[in-house]
């Protein structure tokens, strides 16, 4: 069964202080490796699709990594308005008959980030 | 990117009643899904709304408690049949979009839901 694994759970940095969140998963061939970040009573926000190690993706202050067996997020020079949960997530194995998982995604359980002023 | 909208944005409900969820997307999709997220907790995928079909379920979601409509492609439906306030949670759809060689899933608002 696919496993999707986050670390910390939480994390508390101050403005400007970098660092890094981790996921790792279990998956029999990957299909791709989804950020998103979701802020308190909404939906989650898309970030990036990584499919292959060594890929990386960046946005603003964000930089989406991935090895064979684990992806990371790199915050650099934090903002408070940061300040939100992190999810990762994987497509499951495709059914037989079914072209592609489709993104049926199995989350990991997120990591809360707070960047305080 | 996509643009969806659910309906309700929230909805506090009795216990035994049922609960109708919409979701509109600003554009045709083919991939549609049901999320549910459970206070305090990650999402977990309902089920696989096909349109001109039965919906697809997850292990542990049956169609019975979850009836699911998807007439077209802009638009589908999740029930919440017979609520117990185990059913209290946000419910999530969620849209693919195809780029040239990627994709890329996006979520509605969420419905907030509380059975009372």
């Known amino acids: 069964e696919d496993q999707v694994t986050q670390s910390p759970e939480a994390l508390r940095l101050q403005e400007g202080e970098s660092s890094s969140l981790n996921c790792s998963y279990t998956v029999s061939g990957l299909r791709g490796l989804f950020w998103y970040r979701q802020d308190p009573g909404k939906g989650p926000e898309f970030l990036f699709t990584l499919y292959s190690a060594g890929e990386e993706k960046e946005k603003e202050r964000l930089k989406a990594t991935l090895t064979k067996k684990e992806s990371f997020l790199h915050i650099t020079a934090p903002k408070p308005e940061d300040s939100a949960t992190y999810l990762c997530a994987v497509p499951r194995r495709v059914r037989p008959l079914e072209e592609t998982s489709g993104s049926r995604l199995t989350f990991g359980e997120g990591t809360q980030l707070t960047v305080n002023p | 990117s996509a643009v969806i909208s659910q309906k309700p944005s929230r909805d506090i409900c009795q216990r035994g009643t049922s609960l109708t969820i919409q979701c509109q997307v600003d554009?045709?999709?083919?991939?549609m899904f049901w999320y549910r997220q459970q206070p305090g907790q990650s999402l977990t995928l309902i089920a696989t709304?096909?349109?001109?079909?039965?919906?697809?379920?997850e292990s542990g979601f049956v169609i019975d408690k979850f009836p699911i409509s998807r007439p077209n492609l802009t638009f589908s439906t999740l029930t919440v049949s017979n609520m117990s306030p185990e059913d209290s949670s946000i419910y999530l759809c969620?849209?693919?979009?195809?780029?040239?060689?990627?994709?890329?899933?996006?979520f509605g608002p969420g419905t907030r839901l509380t059975v009372t």
């Open positions: 969620s849209v693919v979009l195809r780029a040239q060689y990627n994709y890329e899933q996006y």
């Open positions: 554009s045709q999709v083919t991939m």
């Open positions: 709304a096909n349109q001109g079909s039965e919906a697809t379920y």
